[in-house]
């Protein structure tokens, strides 16, 4: 017998009009009557409610839906299919698995001659559908089935319906074994969704945990070398240091190691250049911190980046304070050494500071503090080189610190002083302004000179309110001299400014406030940046100056000729007056060719529309050579050293008391 084909996938069970489900049954009988038996007793019916309570309590349904309705609708009859033989039978299951549609039930004659029996269709059947409900259906004269059932196994999956049976007995035998079946095929997709559930859980806390692994590491590493990085290092650290204080024989040291003129290979060869130097750094510190490599042996001992191109090691659980050292000088050699990058081959050296736990520490900062100090040390002892924090560095480090604290002090009470000194108009001999100097007089200490005051406020960035202290204070000395009816006082003065102070992102606001504030005049302020500050191209120097510039505010070019200005560029910037260096006067008594750059300097100023001002004139014959080279203006002790206000204005002015 041909089977027809599906023209269409379809599901278990179909729904009727009313929207009740129907079943699929599947009839292996080879006998037609039968068939028609089955046509008969499965054909639609009117519902019996009261059969239906029955079998919600047997079935555990919710029976008041059923009592209530009292419209009687008609039981959807279930569709039907019919075999012959067994083997029609199996290619209705496999035509009907390719489609993804099952029985939900099937009703085997256990005799079907020819043909094979009842047994083996079951049995192939369930090859098919291992899910299928089976109504094994036999004659009352047959002997008893149980041994046929026994090999069959699946007691579960597996009916005995004896011929003839009552169409009723049949209908709710078969309401039950598709209600089974409707559960088991539930409860498996139920557990089949679980496990999947189960499943993407472990796989979403495998994922989480592999993120958090990736947190934590990127939490505790540099990305570019994979370095821990500072925080890491600072618990690592903070963990010796409790050790120490707990076991006086234990010994830790750290190493503060620096790139020599790292700087150069950024600026020549690019940052990305730049980056993979330090990845080399970064590698060759780990593989010589490694138990394999004779440079340290601790497990304990980690590397660390700081930031960019600081390095640190920490040397954990030493013999003694002084193997530092020695470690120190083998990273000298590991670390150091040719690199090809870009294809060239750059030598790689390092600057290293070591600085053992000793008395000195009270806190775990101080350590890497002293291992830092050292290392600058090692630099101002020719680079490529290390050094060992020792008592004369901290008594210098404690003297940096008071003296600091000090100077702290000093300008939130108002107690630095700005003394003066004349800018002279070559031509007329008359002063056309006046230099603003800082001057501290330290409590206990006497005068502090500027050259060293001064470092320690730009390296702390108390220079920034250091510089507006001196700023406000040359405007207020500027509205007591416009007081004064006498000719010998400044009309206008001159504030040198500091990189940081310049590049503070309020820095025109305030000069435009003070201008406001005190009532004074453009021209009548200057600021005074040094040669490098202006040419530095890492900053938006440029837009800077225009904006003092616009202000109107006149900005001179300090220390001319000490940096490294490009001649070519110098043009770009809004400068009015040059400040040649006093080192020129200076090395023109030993070199009479340092004459002719200053007059070339001079020659490039004029041609840029701007004017010269040349310091450390210290006597008449200086004063007689400035004036031949074409210089505008000077400065030096040949016409007054630098002055308190108070001495401006007085019948006798500072430059003639110098002269």
């Known amino acids: 017998m041909t089977l027809p084909q599906p023209s269409e996938p379809k599901p278990n069970t179909s729904h009727n009009d009313a929207g009740h489900a129907v079943p699929r049954l599947l009839i292996v009988d080879d006998q037609a009557s039968v068939h028609h038996a089955f046509r008969e007793v499965f054909a639609a019916r009117t519902r019996n409610l009261d059969l239906e309570a029955d079998e919600a309590i047997l079935f555990g349904d919710n029976a008041s839906s059923a009592s209530q309705n009292t419209s009687c609708p008609q039981d959807p009859a279930p569709r039907l299919d019919f075999a012959f033989q067994g083997e029609e039978a199996i ?30 269709t079951i049995r192939r059947l369930w090859e098919t559908d291992p899910d299928l409900h089976i ?61 999947a559930t189960n499943r993407e859980l472990k796989n979403q806390i495998k994922r989480r945990g592999e993120a958090e692994a990736r947190l934590r ?58 980056d993979r130097l330090l990845s080399t750094v970064g590698k060759r510190l780990q593989d010589s911190l490694r138990p394999s490599d004779s440079v340290a042996k601790t497990a304990g001992n980690i590397a660390a980046r700081l930031g960019g191109d600081e390095f640190v090691v920490l040397l954990d659980g030493l013999s003694h304070p002084d193997d530092a050292a020695a470690v120190a000088d083998r990273l000298l050699t590991t670390v150091s050494g ?14 290293i500071g070591v600085a053992a736990c000793d008395h000195h520490c009270t806190h775990h900062d101080d350590v890497l503090c002293h291992a830092d100090l050292a ?28 003296l600091l604290s000090d100077l ?23 002063m056309v302004a006046a230099e603003a100097l800082a001057r501290w007089d330290r409590p206990g200490h006497g005068p502090v000179s500027p050259a060293t005051f001064i470092p320690v406020a730009e390296q702390s960035g108390l220079i920034v309110p250091l510089g507006d202290a001196v700023l406000r204070i040359a405007c207020q000395q500027l509205i007591a001299w416009r007081r004064n009816a006498s000719p010998n006082i400044p009309k206008a003065v001159s504030v040198n400014v500091a990189l940081r102070q310049f590049l503070q992102r309020d820095f025109v606001d305030k000069l435009a406030d003070l201008l406001a504030e005190f009532d004074i005049q453009p021209n009548e302020l200057r600021i ?10 890492t900053v938006d120097i440029q837009r800077i100056l225009h904006a003092v510039r616009h202000l109107g505010i006149q900005i001179y070019l300090d220390d001319f000729g000490t940096g490294y200005s490009s001649l070519s560029t110098l043009h770009k910037f809004p400068i009015d007056v040059l400040k040649i260096d006093q080192s020129f006067m ?65 019948d006798q002015s500072p430059i003639n008391r110098a002269a």
């Open 135 to 195: 109504v094994c259906c036999t004659a009352y004269s047959d002997d008893d089935l149980s041994e046929v059932m026994q090999r069959l196994g699946r007691p579960d999956q597996l009916v005995l319906l004896k011929k003839p049976f009552d169409p009723a007995e049949a209908r709710q035998l078969t309401a039950a074994l598709v209600e089974k079946h409707d559960l088991r095929n539930q409860a498996r997709l139920h557990v089949v969704h679980l496990e």
């Open 91 to 120: 290619d209705w299951v496999n035509t009907l698995a390719d489609t993804g549609t099952r029985y939900d039930l099937a009703f085997v004659d256990m005799r079907m001659p020819p043909g094979i029996n009842g047994e083996e």
């Open 338 to 351: 040719p690199n090809r990058i870009n294809g060239l081959d750059l030598q790689i050296q390092i600057s």
């Open 586 to 650: 200076r090395a023109v008594e030993t070199d009479p060719r340092h004459a002719a750059i200053v007059k070339t300097i001079t020659d490039l100023a004029h041609h840029l529309e701007a004017a010269v001002v040349i310091e450390g004139v210290e006597d008449i014959a200086q004063a007689n050579s400035v004036i031949r080279w074409g210089c505008d203006y000077a400065q030096g002790f040949h016409y007054s050293r630098p002055q308190p206000a108070s001495a401006y204005g007085l």
């Open 408 to 430: 702290q002090t000093a300008i939130d009470t108002h107690a630095i002083n700005v003394v003066y000194q004349p800018i002279i108009d070559l031509h007329s001999g008359n």
């Open 217 to 274: 590491y990127q939490a505790s590493h540099d990305t570019l070398t994979g370095l821990y990085n500072r925080e890491a290092f600072d618990q690592h650290l903070a963990r010796c240091f409790e050790t120490a204080q707990c076991n006086p024989d234990y010994h830790f040291a750290v190493l503060y190691i620096d790139l020599d003129n790292f700087k150069v290979v950024n600026d020549t060869l690019g940052h990305t250049a730049g």
């Open 528 to 537: 005074e940046l040094t040669e490098s500050t202006v040419m530095d191209q």
């Open 375 to 402: 290392m600058y040390r090692a630099k101002e002892n020719g680079k490529n080189n290390r050094a060992v924090f020792d008592d004369e560095m901290h008594a210098k480090h404690h003297e940096r610190i008071n």
